[in-house]
């Protein structure tokens, strides 16, 4: 913010009150992003201390800024957090090269930021050059690195990092795709580390990671809390476990042999946190001996079915962090419900499509729902994919969920008839009955959520932040009144919604918060045009035009699929991108038109 | 950046005029981003018939040839901003026709590449049909509507939800192929 210096210095030494060494010591004290944003705007002083008291950033999209940027704010942060490309591209529906390139931050970071000390990236592309440039550069004070579904890296990049980073305490791979050249990052890091806490590289498929070298680490490293992992045979890892003796969590391995032979495991007297990979019912009893000690976990790539999990979640009664796929079933949800008065975080995955693959009672509807809701009082996170759904339950979770934050619901398409829709009343007592809810997504059908219902979303969410909509309203005047409210939204996503480029350039003007919005799925105007209705300084519009991918179906062939065009809009200090591949269009919205 | 997002170079031929009549509204339709299928359906039938006829008249459409597999984003071509197409002008028509010789017709439909030699008069009926068909679909409301939609593409893209199916997780999606291998 810029003020007129001498004026408020002066204010300042005159003013009685708060020194500014009183402040200084205050203010570090002071973490939460919001209240040092508040803290940032009171006047200059308070923006040049907040500036050099700062210690954790996060950048929610790395385009709206610049490293150079960063750097004459905040030179002196401890921990940085940048996310590049758009949400959407977990669900693949962005280009691999999109965008979101860390080179040019971790050039900067290598150059400038003395203190940083925790890096994480998320869904950026990472090169093995630019993990070279980070190790040199920062390792020798590196704690925590994180490259959280990154891409563009190989396992050479991590060589320098295990080499290079000796004071890593945190190195979490978890969903990146990594070109796998052999297993010798993991021996470096075992043999040059002795202070990791956190190692993870879940569902990363790398696979010629050798098990003596988990082993090694486990020796060396006395503090190792948290270790997930690619598929790696659970009998190998017999040493690893005993030599692990405080590990708290756990996920990953996996279960090639006789159910019988894993008798011999035995687990690190703490673990607490597990999610075994491909674990089946019959290998299932290794874990009650400690189920009652379990806090998290997670079942979204194990191996059981509707029974399965009512006979392990009734022997975890201290259960906190429950994932898994909707093969819970709603029997599962009302034994989740009587066991687990603890839960507070639950997320419900789609299982496969095919009725071969999962459990015929794998379906998750209102039942399980209504029933969740009353049991588990302190529930703060659902998200759930379910095949039918009514108002009513809807109306359950507004009245006992009273701690949610966070609500997502996806209906599954499969079944034709739905007992209950629309649900126009059902998400309004919803979003009346849960005050503290920040992010809401709702993904229906057409018919699933009337324009009235849309109304309502806008009406009775006054303090969600993030917001997915999919397959509801009816025209565009139900986003128009939804725009008319949502006062603290900041960022939306719209999918496979009815809604004109006009309705949607309207709605951004109305949508007071907003500063990032995604769109995919929408009625296209004739030339492109309609979109400028949004165009404002600082206000970056791009475009992906509508592709054809190649999906593999349910029966597991690969097939061509048209890929409808993205809308993708944020605010920027930096400019609009320099780093387009061919897929991106960027809308230029200067005095002369349209330019694409 | 004026990039074309989808090059329509087929034709490959320099344009005569820069008039401003249908080559410059055609040019401006064509910059929404419904992609090649939009662009075809509503082009006028009459460039597309100046192309059959300078197709008659023997001179070799090299150019057309060339982009027979349809990318969705070429990296070739990247010089020209502006893809070049035949303007119409009566006076190219060949004088006389014989109408029973066929000419090629190539009909660049969805990311798949058709020929077919038609006379004049079959050719002209495909056009009408075209023309009909994109004129019933000016109020489409769905960008992926096309003129026809093969009964394929109607499965794929028409689901229960909105037109759009509900995408998947990346690991899950992994999670759940490498389990059939088991």
């Given at each position: 913010?810029?003020?007129?210096?001498?004026?408020?210095?002066?204010?300042?030494?005159?003013?009685?009150?708060?020194?500014?060494?009183?402040?200084?010591?205050?203010?570090?004290?002071i973490?939460?992003?919001?209240?040092?944003?508040?803290?940032?705007?009171?006047?200059?002083?308070?923006?040049?201390?907040?500036?050099?008291?700062?210690?954790?950033?996060?950048?929610?999209?790395?385009?709206?800024?610049?490293?150079?940027?960063?750097?004459?704010?905040?030179?002196?942060?401890?921990?940085?957090?940048?996310?590049?490309?758009?949400?959407?591209?977990?669900?693949?529906?962005?280009?691999?090269?999109?965008?979101?390139?860390?080179?040019?931050?971790?050039?900067?970071?290598?150059?400038?930021?003395?203190?940083?000390?925790?890096?994480?990236?998320?869904?950026?592309?990472?090169?093995?050059?630019?993990?070279?440039?980070?190790?040199?550069?920062?390792?020798?004070?590196?704690?925590?690195?994180?490259?959280?579904?990154?891409?563009?890296?190989?396992?050479?990049?991590?060589?320098?990092?295990?080499?290079?980073?000796?004071?890593?305490?945190?190195?979490?791979?978890?969903?990146?795709?990594?070109?796998?050249?052999?297993?010798?990052?993991?021996?470096?890091?075992a043999?040059?580390?002795?202070?990791?806490?956190?190692?993870?590289?879940?569902?990363?498929?790398?696979?010629?990671?050798?098990?003596?070298?988990?082993?090694?680490?486990?020796?060396?490293?006395?503090?190792?809390?948290?270790?997930?992992?690619?598929?790696?045979?659970?009998?190998?890892?017999?040493?690893?476990?005993?030599?692990?003796?405080?590990?708290?969590?756990?996920?990953?391995?996996?279960?090639?042999?006789?159910?019988e032979?894993?008798?011999?495991?035995?687990?690190?007297?703490?673990?607490?946190?597990?999610?075994?990979?491909?674990?089946?019912?019959?290998?299932?009893?290794?874990?009650?001996?400690?189920?009652?000690?379990?806090?998290?976990?997670?079942?979204?790539?194990?191996?059981?079915?509707?029974?399965?999990?009512?006979?392990?979640?009734?022997?975890?009664?201290?259960?906190?962090?429950?994932?898994?796929?909707?093969v819970?079933?709603?029997?599962?949800?009302?034994?989740?419900?009587?066991?687990?008065?603890?839960?507070?975080r639950?997320?419900i995955?789609?299982?496969?499509?095919?009725?071969?693959?999962?459990?015929?009672?794998g379906?998750?509807?209102?039942?399980?729902?209504?029933?969740?809701?009353?049991?588990?009082?302190?529930?703060?996170?659902?998200?759930?994919?379910?095949?039918?759904?009514?108002?009513?339950?809807?109306?359950?979770?507004?009245?006992?969920?009273?701690?949610?934050?966070?609500?997502?619901?996806?209906?599954?398409?499969?079944?034709?008839?739905?007992?209950?829709l629309?649900?126009?009343?059902?998400?309004?007592?919803?979003?009346?009955?849960?005050?503290?809810?920040?992010?809401?997504?709702?993904?229906?059908?057409?018919?699933?959520?009337?324009?009235?219902?849309?109304?309502?979303?806008?009406?009775?969410?006054?303090?969600?932040?993030?917001?997915?909509?999919?397959?509801?309203?009816?025209?565009?005047?139900?986003?128009?009144?939804?725009?008319?409210?949502?006062?603290?939204?900041?960022?939306?996503?719209?999918?496979?919604?009815?809604?004109?480029?006009?309705?949607?350039?309207?709605?951004?003007?109305?949508?007071?918060?907003?500063?990032?919005?995604?769109?995919?799925?929408?009625?296209?105007?004739?030339?492109?045009?309609?979109?400028?209705?949004?165009?404002?300084?600082?206000?970056?519009?791009?475009?992906?035009?509508?592709?054809?991918?190649?999906?593999?179906?349910?029966?597991?062939?690969?097939?061509?699929?048209?890929?409808?065009?993205?809308?993708?809009?944020?605010?920027?200090?930096?400019?609009?991108?320099?780093?387009?591949?061919?897929?991106?269009?960027?809308?230029?919205?200067?005095a002369?038109?349209?330019?694409? | 950046?004026?990039?074309?997002?989808?090059?329509?170079?087929?034709?490959?031929?320099?344009?005569?005029?820069?008039?401003?009549?249908?080559?410059?509204?055609?040019?401006d339709?064509?910059?929404?981003?419904?992609?090649?299928?939009?662009?075809?359906?509503?082009?006028?039938?009459?460039l597309?018939?100046?192309?059959?006829?300078?197709?008659?008249?023997?001179?070799?459409?090299v150019?057309?040839?060339?982009?027979?597999?349809?990318?969705?984003?070429?990296?070739?071509?990247?010089?020209?901003?502006?893809?070049?197409?035949?303007?119409?002008?009566?006076?190219?028509?060949?004088?006389?026709?014989?109408?029973?010789?066929?000419?090629?017709?190539?009909i660049?439909y969805n990311?798949?590449?058709?020929?077919f030699?038609?006379?004049?008069?079959?050719?002209?009926?495909?056009?009408?049909?075209?023309?009909?068909?994109?004129?019933?679909?000016?109020?489409?409301?769905?960008?992926?509507?096309?003129?026809?939609?093969?009964?394929?593409?109607?499965?794929?893209?028409?689901?229960?939800?909105?037109?759009?199916?509900?995408?998947?997780?990346?690991?899950?999606?992994?999670?759940?192929?490498?389990?059939?291998?088991?």
């Amino acid at each position: 913010m810029e003020q007129n210096d001498n004026k408020v210095n002066k204010t300042m030494t005159t003013q009685p009150g708060m020194s500014d060494v009183v402040l200084g010591c205050v203010m570090p004290y002071i973490d939460d992003p919001k209240d040092r944003d508040a803290v940032s705007l009171v006047c200059r002083r308070w923006y040049e201390l907040d500036a050099l008291t700062r210690k954790h950033l996060t950048i929610a999209l790395c385009y709206t800024t610049s490293p150079d940027r960063l750097r004459r704010r905040f030179r002196h942060l401890e921990s940085l957090k940048l996310k590049g490309k758009p949400r959407a591209a977990m669900f693949n529906l962005i280009p691999e090269d999109w965008g979101g390139y860390v080179t040019p931050w971790v050039n900067e970071i290598a150059e400038n930021f003395n203190c940083l000390k925790s890096v994480h990236f998320r869904r950026m592309i990472v090169q093995d050059s630019d993990l070279e440039v980070l190790a040199r550069s920062r390792g020798k004070v590196l704690q925590v690195l994180k490259l959280d579904k990154c891409s563009g890296f190989s396992t050479d990049g991590l060589l320098h990092v295990g080499r290079m980073c000796r004071q890593l305490r945190t190195l979490f791979l978890e969903e990146s795709s990594i070109i796998e050249k052999d297993g010798q990052w993991l021996h470096e890091l075992a043999v040059n580390n002795s202070v990791l806490m956190t190692l993870n590289f879940y569902m990363t498929d790398l696979v010629k990671v050798r098990f003596e070298d988990l082993e090694l680490i486990a020796r060396n490293c006395r503090y190792l809390v948290s270790v997930k992992i690619s598929d790696c045979e659970i009998l190998d890892l017999v040493g690893f476990f005993h030599a692990a003796s405080v590990l708290e969590e756990f996920c990953g391995g996996s279960f090639n042999d006789q159910p019988e032979r894993y008798s011999v495991v035995s687990f690190p007297p703490r673990l607490c946190r597990l999610g075994l990979t491909y674990m089946g019912k019959n290998e299932m009893p290794i874990v009650f001996p400690f189920a009652s000690l379990l806090k998290k976990l997670d079942l979204l790539y194990a191996l059981l079915d509707t029974e399965d999990h009512c006979l392990l979640i009734q022997r975890c009664p201290n259960l906190e962090v429950l994932e898994t796929r909707n093969v819970i079933g709603d029997r599962g949800l009302e034994v989740l419900a009587r066991s687990c008065k603890r839960l507070k975080r639950l997320r419900i995955e789609r299982g496969a499509d095919e009725q071969e693959m999962e459990d015929e009672e794998g379906v998750v509807s209102q039942r399980g729902l209504m029933a969740l809701s009353q049991g588990c009082l302190e529930l703060e996170y659902l998200a759930v994919y379910v095949s039918d759904i009514t108002n009513a339950s809807l109306q359950y979770i507004g009245t006992y969920s009273k701690n949610l934050c966070d609500f997502r619901l996806v209906l599954l398409d499969k079944e034709e008839r739905i007992t209950d829709l629309p649900l126009d009343n059902g998400v309004r007592d919803l979003l009346r009955g849960c005050e503290k809810l920040r992010r809401f997504a709702l993904y229906l059908r057409p018919g699933g959520l009337t324009d009235v219902g849309l109304g309502y979303i806008g009406q009775y969410s006054p303090k969600v932040r993030w917001m997915l909509l999919g397959s509801v309203g009816g025209s565009d005047a139900g986003l128009l009144e939804f725009s008319r409210g949502c006062p603290s939204l900041q960022k939306l996503e719209v999918r496979g919604c009815c809604f004109s480029e006009r309705a949607l350039a309207a709605s951004v003007m109305q949508l007071t918060s907003l500063r990032y919005l995604w769109v995919q799925g929408y009625r296209a105007s004739d030339s492109g045009c309609d979109l400028l209705a949004m165009a404002r300084p600082f206000w970056n519009i791009e475009l992906i035009p509508a592709r054809r991918i190649v999906m593999t179906d349910q029966v597991g062939e690969a097939d061509v699929v048209e890929d409808p065009a993205h809308i993708l809009a944020y605010y920027s200090l930096a400019g609009p991108r320099t780093d387009f591949p061919e897929t991106v269009i960027r809308l230029d919205t200067s005095a002369t038109g349209v330019e694409l | 950046m004026s990039r074309a997002t989808v090059e329509l170079d087929f034709f490959g031929m320099e344009k005569a005029n820069s008039s401003k009549s249908q080559f410059q509204k055609f040019i401006d339709r064509r910059r929404s981003f419904r992609g090649i299928q939009g662009a075809i359906s509503k082009m006028n039938p009459e460039l597309i018939k100046s192309v059959i006829s300078s197709g008659s008249t023997n001179r070799s459409p090299v150019d057309w040839r060339k982009s027979f597999s349809v990318p969705s984003s070429p990296k070739e071509d990247r010089s020209s901003p502006v893809p070049s197409l035949p303007i119409l002008n009566p006076a190219l028509r060949a004088s006389s026709e014989d109408s029973r010789e066929t000419a090629p017709v190539t009909i660049f439909y969805n990311g798949t590449v058709s020929v077919f030699n038609v006379t004049r008069d079959k050719a002209e009926s495909i056009f009408k049909l075209a023309v009909e068909g994109s004129s019933k679909n000016v109020e489409s409301t769905d960008s992926l509507k096309v003129a026809n939609p093969s009964r394929d593409q109607r499965n794929l893209l028409e689901t229960r939800n909105g037109d759009l199916p509900i995408a998947r997780n990346k690991s899950l999606q992994r999670f759940l192929e490498k389990r059939k291998e088991r």
